[in-house]
């Protein structure tokens, strides 16, 4: 699995890091990053589950 940030849709709300800690970030710049970009499938279903709650669809996994 690739995760990604779509940093132009992204505003920074912090959501992903407190759902996936492991794979996401809000950075200094106000921005999520991705910690990890190919997490380990333990960390699948937090992934999907912040992806699914990101509120400015921001989030993708392939």
Do not use: W, Y
């Not at 106000?30 to 989030?59: F, K, M, W």
């Amino acid at each position: 699995m690739a995760v990604r940030v779509d940093t132009s849709k992204c505003s920074g709300i912090g959501l992903c890091e407190v759902t996936a800690p492991a794979v996401f970030e809000v950075g200094d710049d106000g921005q999520a990053h991705v910690l990890d970009e190919n997490p380990p499938a333990s960390e699948r279903p937090a992934v999907e589950e912040a992806i699914s709650n990101c509120p400015t669809v921001a989030l993708s996994m392939d």
